[in-house]
């Protein structure tokens, strides 16, 4: 009871979210609560104002997420999905865009979208960040990057996160809640961001 109080209050205060959220996770997140992503999109479909979530699963062992592939695609029943997992690519549902990356790095995608330049032929001069920007993978730029059970990042995003305000939370994944969520948003909007300025 008292919670739901407190989200309601914290659900008041929030007047610019974030449009673009990305939660950094890893095998271990995903194992021990894997139906806690889809309850973060239900609850950002609660936020006016959040246009797309990105959920990143690092890992090196893809084979580790596949006992939980239904439950990711069961993400596509309340949004619009779009999954990768290595090659792999499955899009399926209607509503709040909902990008999830297994085992990807920024890296990766900067190194593929370098290696597509060449290929089309481009000289060095006429390189800059808008074309780079447009032969990346991942499209989202998000806002707000959260990160629960501590403060280790990965590089996905790397290119198009350089500008996110950061959020880290002690409690792990298994423990977020729908007021950890709230918090984070309330605090993404009391920042002043400078944009690299």
């Not at 999830?100 to 920024?106: F, L, P, Q």
């Not at 006429?126 to 780079?132: A, F, G, S, T």
């Amino acid at each position: 009871m008292i919670h739901r109080i407190y989200e309601y209050l914290l659900l008041r205060e929030i007047i610019t979210p974030p449009h673009e959220i990305c939660f950094m996770l890893t095998v271990l997140d995903l194992r021990s609560a894997p139906e806690r992503i889809a309850e973060v999109v239900q609850w950002a479909g609660e936020v006016s104002g959040i246009e797309m979530l990105t959920f990143h699963i690092d890992t090196d062992d893809i084979s580790c997420v596949l006992p939980f592939i239904n439950d990711l695609k069961g993400v596509s029943g309340f949004s619009h999905l779009h999954l990768h997992i290595g090659e792999e690519y499955y899009e399926e549902g209607v509503g709040l865009p909902v990008l999830i990356v297994v085992g990807r790095s920024g890296r990766e995608e900067i190194t593929e979208s370098i290696k597509k330049i060449a290929e089309e032929g481009i000289l060095p001069s006429d390189v800059d960040e808008d074309l780079i920007e447009s032969h990346l993978t991942f499209r989202s730029a998000p806002d707000l990057i959260i990160k629960t059970g501590g403060s280790y990042l990965t590089d996905f995003l790397i290119w198009q996160s350089v500008y996110s305000e950061l959020f880290f939370l002690d409690v792990n994944w298994e423990y977020f809640r729908k007021t950890d969520f709230l918090r984070a948003i309330r605090d993404f909007q009391s920042r002043a961001r400078r944009f690299g300025a």
